[in-house]
């Protein structure tokens, strides 16, 4: 936890909260984590996962990702909305205008997703899990397909 959500929280300490700053790696057993600062309307991190040779990166509640990540193993990625789905909502009043503006300010679309696979480096990667799906914005066997259509990767949600 970054130290100015804790204190904005008014945490005490305890035994199992561990406090972070943005690109200082850290270890928990035979885990090196490294925190990254994500793009969203409240200070967020994303991770970096490293034990032996498996490298996860763990991303959500954000829109962009400016950090490229070579030799993944698994990804595990936040596709929240696409963008014809949550327009037509907001067309119909499902969404109201506002939630869909801060969900496009504050959570990753499927063409985001998109763009920040192709960016990094796929070719160790043997797994991609979906994460964060909204329940009126997504579609979960329309997303699977395709990022595994893009990416020729394994994909859960």
């Known amino acids: 936890m970054l130290q100015d959500v804790k204190d904005s929280l008014s945490l005490r300490d305890a035994h199992n909260l561990n406090i972070f700053d943005f690109n200082k790696q850290f270890k928990i057993g035979d885990f090196t984590i490294l925190p990254f600062e994500l793009e969203h309307d409240v200070p967020n991190a994303g991770f970096l ?18 950090y490229r990540f070579p030799g993944l193993t698994r990804i595990m990625l936040e596709v929240n909305y696409a963008d014809a789905i949550l327009d037509i909502n907001i067309g119909t009043g499902v969404v109201h205008a506002s939630m869909g503006e801060r969900l496009k300010y504050s959570h990753f679309s499927l063409r985001n997703a998109k763009n920040f696979l192709m960016a990094n480096d796929l070719s160790k990667c043997r797994e991609i899990f979906l994460i964060h799906l909204s329940k009126r914005n997504a579609d979960p066997k329309f997303f699977k397909s395709e990022i595994e259509k893009l990416t020729g990767i394994p994909v859960f949600v």
């Open 49 to 66: 996962i490293q034990a032996g040779k498996e490298k996860l990166v763990y991303i959500t509640d954000t829109y962009f990702c400016r």
